[in-house]
């Protein structure tokens, strides 16, 4: 399962990014960063994955983050004719519009949210998780909103971030592919089965 995923994967060249006197290994994939380009049996193998899991039955909206989870939640609205709302890195001032800050390993921002309203049964599907440093203020700003999550998909993981949005919220994120990264490169060390 998820094989064309995988071998792209232990392909993928690490570069070192610096950011607070920090080094960080990131990995450059076309799943997150959208180069060289992105092979769409790829992209269907994530979504047929997602879908088949289950969770996508009675959902309002897939939500994904700006940018590189754009691809992946619009492969799966395709699929299954539930619309996508995308939170954004830039500000509308819209009424009801709610800020949120985001940090990753390697950059600081901020996230806008438009068109998410209490109640919503939402799916969030995102590119990769890391530190977490996203996916929690994320998670925690939606439920403050009274947003009904059903599931959280992160294609590719590595480091801690699963560990503490569980510990944090007790949300159980599915992550398709588990990678290590060193300034040597990837390796696949796991996923789902
Ligand atoms: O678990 P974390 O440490 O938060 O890392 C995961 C986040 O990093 C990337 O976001 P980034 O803002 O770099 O975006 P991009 O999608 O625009 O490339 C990625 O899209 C995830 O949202």
Redesign the pocket.
């Known amino acids: 399962m998820l094989e064309k995923l995988k071998k792209s994967l232990e392909e993928a060249p690490v570069i070192q990014k610096e950011c607070d006197g920090q080094i960080y290994n990131y990995f450059i994939h076309p799943i997150?960063?959208g180069i060289p380009e992105t092979d769409p049996a790829i992209l269907e193998e994530i979504a047929d994955f997602i879908i088949a899991d289950g969770k996508v039955g009675g959902i309002d909206k897939i939500v994904t983050?700006?940018?590189?989870?754009i691809p992946i939640a619009t492969t799966l609205s395709l699929k299954t004719r539930i619309p996508v709302s995308i939170i954004r890195?830039r500000k509308y001032g819209m009424v009801g519009e709610v800020e949120l800050s985001?940090?990753?390993?390697?950059?600081k921002?901020a996230l806008f949210i438009n068109g998410l309203k209490k109640g919503d049964r939402i799916l969030i599907v995102?590119?990769?998780?890391?530190?977490?440093?996203?996916?929690l203020p994320l998670l925690e700003t939606l439920n403050g909103m009274g947003a009904d999550v059903a599931g959280v998909y992160c294609v590719i993981g590595r480091?801690e971030?699963m560990g503490h949005i569980k510990e944090k919220t007790g949300v159980d994120v599915t992550v398709l592919v588990d990678i290590s990264v060193s300034k040597d490169g990837v390796t696949v060390i796991g996923g789902v089965k």
């Open positions: 997150s960063d983050v700006e940018a590189m989870g890195k985001q940090s990753t390993g390697y950059s921002g995102d590119d990769v998780i890391s530190t977490g440093g996203t996916l480091g971030g």
